[in-house]
């Protein structure tokens, strides 16, 4: 979990190997995390994700975490 100074802590990834999907482990790290954060007074937290994640979307949702901004990243790749 990170931190970037003004109170935020963040969550950099959450995964859970796909045979274990679908028994509330994720929502289970994720309130861990929240417990963490919070417990040691930061006062908000987020995480990143891609929009097009759907699953990891509808978690995080589920887990009560709100859209706050997106971002478009684009890859060149050279040959």
Known sequence: ????????AQIGLI???PQAQGKGIASYLIQVATNYAF??????????????NKP??????KSGFKIKSKQYIYHIWNK
Do not use: C, P, W
């Not at 979990?1 to 935020?8: D, F, I, K, R, V």
């Not at 417990?39 to 097009?52: I, K, P, S, W």
């Open 15 to 17: 995964a859970v190997h």
């Open 1 to 8: 979990m990170g931190n970037n100074n003004n109170g935020t």
């Open 56 to 61: 990891a979307m509808k978690l995080y949702q």
């Open 39 to 52: 417990d040691r007074g930061f006062e908000t937290l987020e995480v990143a994700t891609q929009y097009n």
